[in-house]
């Protein structure tokens, strides 16, 4: 079966370490084999990549390290080096050495450079990246690679943000990076709603290699997204992708114990293949990680939840679902109640400054 693994790679406020293992120690042994920690909100993966990490840091990104291992869990980091495609000088080659050494001492096993979220509208963008990539690869002892292009979607909506994609941009970057290297895309859409063998078939003869697939599925970090609460089990994967991907990663919600629901499903939908229901499998999901109670209570509000949002819901229905589940002694009520109350709202100067 393909590799199944989580990349946290979502805008707005990120998990606690502690909220991390308990994802780990739950899909872990459900069958996600990797843990790319890629938080937007950690600048030091991000914008001030250059910055090292500090000793409390380090610390907590070792242990962390060490939990998934003992879950059976690769442990990496994703790393976006903003800007290194503009001016790759001495000066940043340097610090991208210096930060690959603090991850060796973390003691990663993946490493994945990330070009998302930057402008990419260069015509020699894919020799760049190349470049860099090659030397990230050439000075990390992590034992698999990964990097995810600035156009990691047929979406038109990149190229309207991050300017025009230069020509044969995919095809180029295929050819210069090592074919050992997965290489991340979301599919026909940034959010896609399906991911179909066919589509998975093109991407594979533009990159020369089978493509990892980062589904943006059930994560929830935009202003409009943060407003609905992504539960219902996995759609629109056949479990024919198995033999087209290299790996399949779910970037998840701002709801650590509830995207374990949706996460659930993901490998039912592989196991089970023509045999697979998606009800079922959201019931039984739920059931393991609430407990009957809690989950029959989101079940009766899952289309609320899931696709009426908060803006739509009303007041008086938002205040009868807080009191209906501030009573409930469970986190994953208390993530409901926490989302209710605006908790996880995202911002558009989240999206700029992250």
Known sequence: MVKLGIIEGFFGRCWSWLERRKVVSLLGPAGY??????????TKLRRNWQQPYDATE????????????????????????????????????????????????????E???????????????AQRQAAIVDFATAHSKAGRFFTCPSYYSDDPLLDRVFGRRPDHYLEDLGKLIDPAIAIYWTGEEVCSREVSVGHIDEVTQRLGRKPALWDNYPVNDGPRMSQFLHLRAFTGRSSRLSGKLSHHAINPASQPLLTCIPALT?????RLGDDYQYGRAFLDAANTICLPELASMILSNLLTFNDTGLERMGEATKAKLIAKYEVIDHPAANEIVDWLKGGYAITGEMLQTQ
């Open 111 to 125: 490493l994945a450079v990330l070009f998302d979220d930057m402008d990419g509208d260069l015509p020699d963008l």
């Open 33 to 42: 084999e990797f843990y790319h920690y890629a938080p937007k909100i950690d």
């Open 266 to 270: 993901l490998p039912e939908a592989y």
């Open 58 to 109: 380090l610390k907590a990104l070792t242990e962390f390290a060490a939990a998934c291992r003992s879950e059976g869990v690769r442990f990496g980091v994703g790393l976006t080096p903003f800007a290194a495609h503009l001016d790759f000088s001495e000066d940043a080659r340097a610090a991208l050495k210096a930060k690959l050494a603090q991850l060796d001492d973390v003691g990663i096993e």
